[in-house]
Structure formats: structure tokens, C-alpha cells
């Protein structure tokens, strides 16, 4: 007779992964206790300098820090999402990888319980740097549907820089690699994007990048949450971002795959 060993549940498998990623994080808090130093930064200093900014028509009635706000809080979980796949390099170079795939662990499992503790991290992010808005003046009539609203689209637009970010990791298994790619995509994509100016103000190329930068759409939701007037395509712009996250998932399951094939 044949004994065949049981095997857990894919959310099982999963929620283990996770439970590992937060003792972790509960190890090294850190981190991201860390990267809220720069959105302080952002909200508090760079908002109030440029006040006078949000007296032109385009900002509408808001203050420019109200305006900044939704954008800060894209630009602080796209960071955060863009550094995702370190946790996987460490683990190559530390051997706990091939430990990973030598298990019965299912590989969708392994992305998925360090991606749910890349996104915990970043909703936790969100609430503080909404909180930290709110004390420097912003006021979010959108309420509390609104705000959770704007807390969903950031968590959609986490999702997909952190499973890009893995998939990258993955890939190159390079530290320098993933940090130089990082740079090369996060700076233009906050940049070229309405984070900090609509985009009837920027000129030509710049305006109409602007408005098929995905950062853009999650911006223009957030903001449109916080506010309660949401833009025209939004369920449009909610619907590319659902699409890239699903696609930025699929390869970074299939960078795990092939790096097994390879190693």
C-alpha cells in the first residue's frame, strides 16, 4: 500500500509564506518605519514652499498640499513596491530559495504570501501618510468611503511595482541590477505624471505622457477619492491598473518557474 504525505491547501501555503515575510518585517520595522521620513518631507516642506502654487485655476478650490497629498501617497507605495524584490535576493544568496523550491510549495504560493506582506505594509503606509496630510492641512471630503477608495487604488498600484520588482529580482538576481531598474522606472514614472502638477499645466510630450502614465491614474482615483469627484475615465484608468497587476503577478510567478529551471 501506497502512503502518499498530505499536502496543504494553496491559502495555507500561502499564509505560511506570509507569516514568515512578517516575522521578518517584526525583525527589521525599521524599514519601513523609515521610508515615511520622505513623504514628511514631501507634504510638510516641499507643499508648504510651493504653496502659492495652488492658487492657479487648474488646482481648482484645494489647497496645493490637499492637491499633493494623493499624489505623495502613490509616490510612497511605488517606492515602497520598487524595493519588494530585495526580500528575494536575500534569499538567494542566503539559500532559503532553494529551500523554497525544493519543498512541496506551491511557486504561485511563495510570490503571493510575500506579495500580501509587501501590501500590508503598504496599507499601513497609506493610513499614515493620509494622517500625516491631514495634520499639515489637507481635508478629504470624499469621507471615509472616499478615503478607503484612494487606500484600494494605492494598494492596486502596490501590487504591481511589487510583483514587477520580484519579477525583476528573479530574474537578474543582481542587488545593483534591481536598484538601477528601480531608479530608471520610479523617478520618470512620478515625474512624468500628475503627482504634483495637473497636466493641462505641463507642456506638450510631458502632458500627454502624463495622462497614459498608469501612476497618473492612480493619482487621478486617489485624488478623485479623497475629494469625492472622481475623473471622467476612472473606470477605465481602475480598470488598466486591475489588468497591469494581474499581468505584473502572472510574470512574477513565471520568473520564480524559471529561475527553478535554472539553478
Do not use: K
Amino acid at each position: 500500500m501506497t502512503i502518499v504525505a498530505a499536502r496543504s491547501g494553496w491559502f495555507t501555503q500561502t499564509s505560511q509564506v506570509l507569516r514568515r515575510w512578517l516575522i521578518v518585517v517584526m525583525r527589521q520595522a525599521w524599514g519601513p518605519v523609515m521610508s515615511l521620513v520622505q513623504p514628511v518631507i514631501w507634504i510638510v516642506l516641499f507643499g508648504h514652499v510651493f504653496s502659492a502654487v495652488g492658487a492657479l485655476p487648474a488646482f481648482g478650490s484645494s489647497s496645493y498640499v490637499a492637491y499633493l497629498v494623493p499624489g505623495i501617497l502613490m509616490m510612497t507605495v511605488l517606492y515602497s513596491g520598487a524595493w519588494a524584490g530585495t526580500g528575494f535576493i536575500d534569499d538567494i544568496g542566503s539559500g532559503v530559495m532553494d529551500q523554497y523550491l525544493t519543498s512541496p510549495v506551491s511557486r504561485s504560493a511563495i510570490i503571493s504570501g510575500q506579495l500580501a506582506q509587501q501590501l500590508i505594509i503598504n496599507l499601513a503606509q497609506s493610513v499614515v501618510v493620509l494622517g500625516i496630510g491631514w495634520l499639515a492641512g489637507a481635508r478629504y471630503p470624499g469621507g471615509p468611503t472616499g478615503i478607503a477608495a484612494s487606500i484600494a487604488v494605492a494598494t492596486l498600484l502596490a501590487a504591481i511595482f511589487c510583483c514587477c520588482s520580484s519579477a525583476v529580482a528573479l530574474t537578474t538576481r543582481s542587488q545593483i541590477a534591481l536598484i538601477s531598474l528601480s531608479q530608471l522606472v520610479v523617478l520618470p514614472a512620478t515625474f512624468l505624471s500628475t503627482t504634483m502638477m495637473p497636466a493641462s499645466l505641463m507642456s506638450g510630450w510631458v502632458g500627454t505622457v502624463a495622462r497614459w502614465n498608469p501612476m497618473s491614474w492612480a493619482v487621478e482615483l486617489g485624488r478623485g477619492g479623497l475629494t469625492g469627484s472622481y475623473p471622467d475615465a476612472a473606470w477605465w484608468h481602475a480598470g488598466g491598473l486591475a489588468v497591469l497587476a494581474a499581468l505584473a503577478f502572472l510574470w512574477a510567478v513565471r520568473a520564480i518557474r524559471s529561475y527553478q529551471r535554472t539553478v
